[in-house]
């Protein structure tokens, strides 16, 4: 990334003011053009549905762990001989 950036500073100081003036006018017809503006709608959009699956599944699988879990803990507690103190090992 900092060659990058380097290799980018050196060539804009050579092109100097006017070519900037033209790299401007140039960046800024593209970020007036609507269909820019609509993909780049349509990319927020995607990232939106995507970060929702992913937090729709996060959820079931936390839903499923817990549910596993206790499951767990109520038949370990169902197994236990009646005058043990000590639980029996819970096996997720």
Do not use: C, W
Request: aromatic fraction near 4%; hydrophobic fraction near 40%; glycine fraction near 8%.
């Amino acid at each position: 990334m900092v060659i990058g950036f380097a290799v980018g500073y050196y060539l804009g100081a050579k092109a100097g003011r006017e070519r900037y003036r033209q790299l401007n006018a140039v960046l800024e017809r593209i970020r007036a053009d609507e269909r820019v503006d609509a993909a780049a709608r349509r990319a927020r959009d995607l990232v939106d549905q995507g970060a929702e699956a992913a937090r729709h599944t996060v959820d079931e699988l936390r839903q499923r762990v817990s549910d596993e879990v206790r499951d767990a803990v109520d038949q370990a507690g169902t197994d236990d001989d009646e005058g043990s103190e000590d639980p029996a090992p819970i096996r997720v």
